[in-house]
């Protein structure tokens, strides 16, 4: 059994930056690919960034392109989502996620995992 517990998320102005983190337990961790999803309220969760089992391959939503950077560290079975430059429309519950396979996926049923969420508000 796996899980995966992300912290980091808060209260900010439009501008700042957060660093969420992913921690997980069990040793699939580093043969998986990961992602990052986020759902705001009334509307579907959504692809934010994606890595693959080595850290090589990074997929980002195009909303986020160049503000946000994911990353992982096998070590600490961890993966990071450094968010920069943040904006309103930005504030949602963020998930990880463990991907059924090495690679990363923008599909949310290619994830076998999902953390319970924490949030990010972005105020004006």
């Known amino acids: 059994q796996v899980q995966l517990v992300e912290s980091g998320g808060g209260l900010v102005q439009t501008g700042d930056s957060l660093r969420l983190s992913c921690a997980a337990s069990?040793?699939?961790?580093?043969?998986?690919?990961m992602g990052w999803f986020r759902q705001a309220p009334g509307k579907e969760r959504e692809f934010v960034a994606g890595?693959?089992?080595?850290?090589?391959?990074?997929y980002y939503a195009d909303s986020v392109k160049g503000r946000f950077t994911i990353s992982r560290d096998n070590a600490k079975n961890t993966v990071y989502l450094q968010m920069n430059t943040l904006k309103p429309e930005d504030t949602a519950v963020y998930y990880c996620?463990?991907?059924?396979?090495?690679?990363?996926?923008?599909?949310?049923?290619?994830?076998?995992?999902w953390g319970q969420g924490t949030q990010v508000t972005v105020s004006s």
């Open positions: 890595v693959s089992w080595s850290g090589n391959n990074v």
């Open positions: 069990g040793r699939t961790f580093g043969s998986r690919g």
């Open positions: 996620a463990l991907s059924y396979n090495s690679g990363a996926s923008v599909n949310k049923v290619e994830y076998a995992y």
